[in-house]
């Protein structure tokens, strides 16, 4: 008659630990992975928006703006001329003019 060898369960329930542990570990590593690939991804689109917008800004003409169904425009600040100043000769000298206290 044949004797049956008994299960080692410790070393069983090990590789089942280790293998396990590994899955997580791997899974754990590509989840990080894919979210700073993502991460990345998100920076360059916006680095790309930006320095697009401001190249055709620089242009002095009004660039449309779209996002989430709304639409504006937008001209840079350097290209907007500044209304001429107003000079002292026009303001007001006469003391008699002033609110009393």
């Known amino acids: 008659m044949i004797k049956k060898m008994p299960i080692p369960w410790g070393k069983v329930a090990l590789i089942v630990w280790l293998t396990l542990t590994t899955l997580y570990v791997v899974f754990a590593e590509y989840s ?3 979210m700073f690939v993502a991460q990345n991804a998100y920076n360059q689109g916006y680095r790309d928006s ?17 996002f989430d169904g709304k639409t ?3 001209i840079g600040l350097d290209c907007l001329q500044a209304p001429p100043a107003e000079s002292n000769a026009d303001a ?3 003391a008699s003019a ?4």
């Open 98 to 101: 002033l609110p009393a206290n």
């Open 92 to 94: 007001v000298t006469d």
């Open 32 to 34: 990080r992975l894919n």
């Open 72 to 74: 504006t425009q937008v």
């Open 50 to 66: 930006v320095t697009q917008l401001l190249a055709e800004v620089a242009k002095c003409q009004p660039v449309p703006v779209n």
